[in-house]
């Protein structure tokens, strides 16, 4: 999930404030900024995407390993259950996170 934030600042001028330089008396014109920041929740595309499908045994499956072979295949197992947790976590935050806001009534009424 991203964070992206925008910033827009607007600048102008108000000269009829009524102050005037000391030394001068000509009027000074005084800095107006207007700044909004607007941060919105960005997802990656591919959070979008299905993830696929867990592939299943075959009946007449057969694995031989050497004990050493056997835990890799199993920590291999594990750390692709735990990536598939991790992206399903992801999706969900990012469906929650990027959900619109329910629509207020006009009227400010609950």
């Known amino acids: 999930m991203l964070l992206v ?4 600042m607007l600048t102008g001028c108000a000269s009829s404030l009524g102050s005037n330089s000391p030394s001068t008396g000509v009027p000074v014109s ?5 700044t909004k920041v607007v941060t919105q929740m960005v ?5 979008d995407q299905p993830a696929p499908a867990q592939p299943s045994v075959p ?4 694995v031989t390993a050497n004990q050493s072979g056997a835990n890799y295949v199993s920590s291999l197992i594990a750390w692709g259950q735990g990536v598939a947790k991790l992206f399903g976590d ?3 935050a990012c469906k929650t996170a990027t ?5 207020q009534p006009a009227n400010g009424a609950p």
């Open 90 to 92: 992801a999706q969900a």
């Open 43 to 47: 997802c990656p595309a591919e959070l």
């Open 30 to 34: 005084t800095v107006v900024t207007q």
């Open 99 to 103: 959900a619109p806001a329910p629509a």
């Open 5 to 8: 934030t925008s910033s827009l």
């Open 59 to 62: 009946a007449d499956a057969t």
